[in-house]
């Protein structure tokens, strides 16, 4: 297998950059935009909207009348959203087919406006290996590095997305090996230590950080297309021309 060319940044910067350069990104918010987006395209919503403010979030909602709000400010939802952001509140029927026009503080602040054609997935620990295999493809095929950015926080560290991001790099250099997060108490614990971590606590969301301490429960890959992350299929994607 060949080798790939992957490097490490952080903040809206690093993104702006990586998506200049045409690198493949993939963008960490582990607690919880990333993990959020995984479950809610894993139960079937349509497609994630991510919009940087809360009031374009409830702007944008008119555009789609069977859509929901969801997204966080300090943690808790927006008055007025159907959703937070906690994962969890996604493991339901009620989203399938629907739109989610999301909105928070770290990674939709991050992740701005990207220019259209950028390769933008979406990476934590529930997809772990399906996101590394999928960089993986499109960098082989694209013949283009990897760029893993950790969303960070307002203050621009946030520990949590950095010793999430440094695994999902583990797994894009030596996907052979055996995974380098093979005790999940070990990640549970790391979360649960970080600042973030123990925000979620206080807010009384400690059961967000043990769900999203689990690896590989889906299968899929969250991919910005049009403006919206969608889940990545091949047959939807003619990498050629990306």
Do not use: W
Not at 2 to 21: C, I, K, N, W
Not at 164 to 186: C, E, K, M, N, V
């Amino acid at each position: 297998m060949s080798s790939v060319s992957v490097s490490h940044g952080s903040g809206p910067e690093a993104l702006a950059q990586a998506v200049v350069q045409q690198h493949v990104i993939i963008l960490v918010d582990v607690l919880r935009a990333s993990s959020t987006i995984i479950t809610a395209l894993a139960n079937g919503a349509s497609q994630i909207i991510p919009v940087t403010t809360v009031e374009e979030a409830r702007e944008r909602i008119y555009h789609f009348p069977n859509g929901f709000l969801a997204g966080e400010r300090a943690a808790h939802p927006p008055a007025g959203f159907d959703y937070g952001n906690s994962p969890r509140s996604f493991l339901t029927d009620r989203i399938r087919g629907r739109p989610i026009i999301l909105t928070t503080s770290n990674f939709t602040r991050t992740l701005g406006t990207p220019h259209e054609n950028a390769i933008i997935l979406v990476g934590a620990f529930l997809n772990i290996e399906h996101v590394a295999a999928t960089a993986r493809h499109f960098a082989q095929t694209l013949q283009r590095p990897v760029s893993v950015i950790s969303a960070g926080s307002m203050r621009g560290y946030a520990a949590e997305d950095d010793f999430t991001s440094h695994h999902i790099i583990s797994r894009l250099q030596f996907p052979d090996d055996p995974p380098s997060y093979a005790d999940r108490g070990d990640i549970s614990r790391e979360l649960l230590v970080s600042r973030h971590g123990s925000i979620l606590v206080q807010a009384g969301y400690e059961a967000d950080i043990t769900f999203c301490s689990q690896t590989n429960r889906y299968e899929l890959t969250p991919i910005l297309h049009k403006g919206a992350f969608v889940t990545f299929s091949p047959e939807l994607f003619n990498h050629a021309s990306m």
